[in-house]
T-cell receptor, first 121, second 110 residues
């Protein structure tokens, strides 16, 4: 149990285009999902918290108009990088959580997806 | 602002020897996690520590938590090559958000 998938696993896009990354909880309901970014040889930095049915909460310094987050269902959150630039190239990791604990997973755990490597040329 | 620091940042280990990684955090938290990350991969959950004095062990790894000192340690017993990876601690803050430590890259050599 507690499997989180991400799609695509890697993507290359041209500067100025937009790219969408999906995060799915496969066997539990995730009322909360988190999006992280990790640059090479660095730690994970939280970008935003996504709650099902409500607007995402962005961390300080993260442009909400550039990184669009939609959490339309209890199993899916999407991150769209708009007008991507080479400096957006990074490893994007999502995590999912069921704070209610009603779908059979630990309520305090975040379950991480496999990550999406974005390269902007 | 919650800050989490790990040391060392890099650790070259000899096979068969014991080592310890330290994780310090700046404000009170109710949960501390340890994760492993292999190159190009996402995170693998190792331990979650929920209370002062908590100790958990899995194979050659043992994690402990001292909430009064705001310190967690990850002890490696008799290092083997398979343990080569980057290890992160992470601490929950407001709204159950995780703040990650700087990471410790372990390299085990013969």
């Amino acid at each position: 149990g507690a499997v989180v998938s991400q799609h695509p696993s890697w993507v290359i896009c041209k500067s100025g285009t937009s790219v969408k990354i999906e995060c799915r909880s496969l066997d539990f309901q995730a009322t909360t999902m988190f999006w992280y970014r990790q640059f090479p040889k660095q730690s994970l930095m939280l970008m935003a918290t996504s709650n099902e049915g409500s607007k995402a909460t962005y961390e300080q310094g993260v442009e909400k108009d550039k990184f669009l987050i939609n959490h339309a269902s209890l199993t899916l959150s999407t991150l769209t990088v708009t007008s991507a630039h080479p400096e957006d190239s990074s490893f994007y990791i999502c995590s999912a959580r069921d704070p209610t604990g009603t779908s059979g997973v630990n309520s305090y755990e975040q379950y991480f997806g496999p990550g999406t490597r974005l390269t902007v040329t | 602002e919650l800050k989490v620091e790990q040391n060392p940042l890099f650790l070259s280990m000899q096979e068969g020897k014991n080592y310890t990684i330290y994780c310090n955090y700046s404000t009170t938290s109710d949960r501390l996690y340890w994760y492993r990350q292999d190159p190009g991969k996402s995170l693998e959950s190792l331990f979650v520590l929920l209370s002062n004095g908590a100790v958990k062990q899995e194979g050659r790894l043992m994690a402990s938590l001292d909430t009064k000192a705001r310190l967690s340690t990850l002890h490696i017993t008799a290092a083997v090559h398979d343990l080569s990876a980057t290890y992160f601690c992470a601490v929950t803050g407001t709204a159950s958000k995780l703040t990650f430590g700087t990471g410790t890259r372990l390299q085990v050599t013969l």
